[in-house]
């Protein structure tokens, strides 16, 4: 495989780039909705506070989790 296809900015090898754009906007897309999260714990009853923060942690540790994996991926990528 060519260097440049390898290298392809926000995709891996044989991706499409506007495959990669969509997958971007994807994560972006939960890091709004894990904001939204946060935001809306502080603004509703108490009762539901701890439930919307509990959702906003686990969709915060979902999103670095996929974010850690694509950085693994693209360096073990980058190296070969």
Known sequence: MDRARRHRPGGLAGSSPVIAEKREQLYAALVLLVTALFVASGAVPVGWRKPLRAAALIGFAAAALIMLW?????????TR
């Open 70 to 78: 694509r950085i693994v991926l693209w360096g073990a990528i980058s």
